[in-house]
């Protein structure tokens, strides 16, 4: 653990956390099993092995996209009809009153004696003695038939099943109901691994069972060996080599390159076992469809795969409501070998403690132990050229000098190829400005060692970049300004491309790697900005050519005003089949230019409105959710006249007592097209702590805007 409290990840400075000798789910030597830290349980069925086995055992039924599924009860797709509970009470009360009418009428001969026809007509005349045992018996028994007839008939009609099962012993047992049961058999108890003891693998699923009962296992530790049995059943492992792990590890076994077994402070509610994190609550609001209502709302990677933007004012609670809880989860599955994340954010932002990230880069702050690569572990010129100018000049959208990316792609590739190829590095930042403002020291330098190294080639292309320097309209000024705000004191230390410092580079999301980067807003917020738009556009580049994709990999911008930019549009939308996606919140949408906001929305799956929007931002909201087709039902109340003394009389007398003139109400139900939720609505209608979620999966399911509230 260093000085300013960031965890050493015992990595190169190319790769702060390396692989490791074997597989990274399962080590080739297992080291000796560790300990169980010493930490509070925070999560459910992590304190000891009874409350463990319950949580594992809980059932997580298939449950529409987003619903937490932990102890879901599905609902139906539309809202039954449900009686008021003191009209269905009342309706009860007369519909008993009615039969007992109707049957103190029979007895008392009121209605005459035909309902007794079918008695004689049945009956032998040797059972018609009076007072005989047969025959008393044979009437009482008729009398009961009708008697149950009646009340059959006042049942149905009062309503007394739904009664019964809203007020009787079946609601009695429902609230009631245990949380368990006895436990499942073997070969469907999860607890007792079914899946090892189906490969023959009972030795391991006996000792990670008896870790399981005995409460030395959390639900992370699970969840990671989870993982490492997927990795053998995908050939990447073998058998031998994991159940060795197990017996001689037990639920500490594949552990994470940090060896953390768990998070320092968790603050949400987490379910590895599906993956999701718990967010808020549908609320129980009209507009939310039937089987929502009321459902827990949860995150997870299926999810995220498709990426999210949240937009609200500050305060509306995207940090805390929906960063941090998605932070913690993705630091999480990272622990379990899930997941790899990038945390971007301002210092001092509430992205979780320092000891929950294996890499900790504090740009502007001397005490930072790591550094940030300018450009992305990448020994491609053209390919770093190609991040580098999307960093420096991606946000000039217009149509002017600097506006094109790829020209200030060309500028940037006819230095850093030359650099390279004399010196065996990139520049750094104030040799990058030098060479861009065009200075003719170390421009001749670099010739010289080029021609020194017979580049024939790359000397053309410096030769170029020299012509173009005073021809009008050069894109080397607008980069090397850009460059300037790099080229500050406060950042002297960063950016090091000689090897003196310990840089962190985003080739390393192969590895179930924790990153957090604290950007210097204060004081610096353009070069804040211009650093988010690097990241974002490295992590793009990274993901999309790694290797096992089964690995998710996620960016949480914390702050994206400012970093969305054509080729990030471009790039978001191909991180979907990369098995990756991006978290982004902004204040407003007037942070992104007008003409990116349609492609922008158009290009995450998952949208989220919070409390606080302007009308204007909600304007594009309820474009991309679009509309549908309701049930509008107009109400219209027409005067009644009276044509007779008789009712003109009456009419004036109700008016008296009433004080409101006799009416006739006539209701018209028609289908007509609204919007899901209009702009005024999401400015006005949204309760504070509550936000308006619409939800795509990678599978391609949906789920319609939502009303969440974020506090349940």
């Known amino acids: 653990m260093d000085g300013d409290g960031t965890r050493d990840a015992r990595g190169t400075h190319a790769n702060p956390v390396p692989r490791p000798a074997g597989p990274p789910e399962v080590p080739a030597k297992p080291p000796e099993a560790p300990t169980v830290p010493p930490r509070p349980a925070r999560a459910p069925g992590t304190s000891d092995g009874p409350a463990f086995l319950t949580w594992l055992r809980t059932p997580r039924p298939q449950a529409l996209p987003g619903v937490w599924r932990f102890g879901h009860r599905p609902r139906p797709e539309e809202e039954p009809e449900r009686v008021p509970g003191r009209q269905l009470l009342s309706g009860a009360v007369i519909a008993f009153l009615v039969g007992w009418l109707i049957w103190s ?106 870790e399981a009962r005995s409460g030395l296992m959390r639900d992370v530790d699970h969840a990671r060996i989870a993982r490492a049995w997927q990795g053998v059943q995908r050939g990447r492992h073998s058998l031998a080599t994991f159940t060795g792990a197990v017996l001689s590890q037990g639920a500490g076994a594949c552990p994470h390159p940090s060896g953390d077994r768990d998070l320092p402070v968790r603050q949400a509610r987490h379910d590895l076992v599906t993956g999701q994190v718990r967010i808020g609550t549908a609320a129980d609001d009209a507009r939310n469809p039937y089987a929502y209502r009321g459902a827990g ?93 999307e960093a420096l000049v991606g946000d000039l959208t217009e149509q002017h000098q600097g506006g094109d990316t790829r020209r200030s792609t060309t500028v940037l590739a006819q230095l850093l190829g030359p650099f390279r190829a004399v010196h065996g590095r990139f520049p750094g930042v104030p040799e990058l400005r030098q060479l861009l403002e065009g200075a003719p020291g170390p421009l001749a330098e670099l010739r010289e060692g080029l021609r020194a190294a017979g580049q024939d080639s790359l000397l053309r292309e410096l030769d170029a970049r020299e012509r173009q320097l005073d021809r009008p309209g050069d894109l080397g000024g607008v980069l090397a300004d850009r460059v300037a705000l790099l080229d ?3 950042f002297a230390p960063f950016f090091d ?137 107009d109400v219209t109340d027409r005067q009644i006249i009276a044509e007779t003394p008789a009712g003109k009389a009456v009419h004036m007398l109700r008016r008296v007592i009433t004080g409101k003139a006799p009416t006739a109400r006539a209701v018209t139900v028609r289908q007509v097209e609204r919007e899901r939720w209009s702009a005024s609505e999401l400015a006005h209608a949204v309760p504070a702590g509550h936000a308006v979620l619409s939800l795509t999966s990678v599978k391609g399911e949906h789920a319609p805007p939502l009303l969440v509230d974020l506090r349940g």
């Not at 009428?105 to 026809?117: D, F, H, P, S, V």
């Not at 009664?163 to 009631?176: D, V």
């Not at 790591?370 to 580098?388: F, K, M, N």
Request: hydrophobic fraction near 45%; aromatic fraction near 8%.
């Open 105 to 210: 009428l029979l007895w008392n001969g009121y209605l005459g004696g035909w309902w007794l026809l079918p008695l004689y007509a049945m009956i032998p005349d040797s059972w018609a003695e009076p007072h005989s045992f047969t025959s008393v018996v044979v009437v009482y028994a008729y009398y009961v038939l009708i008697a149950g007839i009646i009340m059959v008939g006042v049942g149905r009609l009062g309503r007394w099943g739904e009664i019964w099962r809203r007020y009787g012993p079946p609601a009695w047992r429902r609230a009631a109901a245990p949380a368990g049961g006895p436990p499942p058999a073997p070969e469907e108890d999860p607890a007792a691994w079914p899946e090892l003891r189906a490969a023959g693998a009972h030795d391991a699923a006996e000792r990670l069972a008896a």
């Open 488 to 490: 500050r004191p406060a």
């Open 297 to 389: 709302l949860a995150l997870g990677p299926d999810l995220l795969g498709t990426s999210l933007l949240a937009v609200g004012p500050a305060g509306s609670g995207k940090t805390g409501s929906l960063v941090r809880p998605l932070t913690e989860s993705l630091c999480l599955h990272a622990l379990a070998g899930r997941a790899a994340v990038v945390v971007v954010g301002a210092a001092g932002a509430d992205l979780g403690p320092a000891d929950a990230y294996d890499v900790v880069v504090r740009i502007g702050h001397p005490d930072s132990v790591y550094d940030l690569d300018l450009y992305g572990g990448t020994t491609d010129p053209d390919e770093a050229a190609v991040v580098l100018a």
């Open 497 to 633: 491309t000689s090897g003196q410092s310990r840089p962190f580079s985003l080739k390393a999301l192969d590895h179930p790697v924790r990153v957090r980067i604290d950007l210097p807003q204060r004081g610096h917020a353009d070069a804040s900005r211009m650093l988010a738009r690097l990241v974002l556009a490295q992590f793009t580049a990274s993901v999309s050519v790694r290797e096992d994709r089964s690995l998710f990999a996620c960016l949480v911008l914390d702050d994206a005003s400012g970093v969305v930019t054509p080729e990030a549009v471009r790039g978001v939308q191909r991180l979907r089949s990369a098995g990756a996606g991006v978290v982004l919140t902004l204040r407003t949408l007037d942070d992104v230019p007008r003409p990116l906001r349609g492609p922008l929305l158009g290009a995450i799956g998952c949208r989220m409105a919070l409390s606080g929007l302007t009308p204007w931002d909600g304007q594009d909201f309820a474009e991309v959710w679009g509309k549908e087709w309701t049930e509008a039902r």
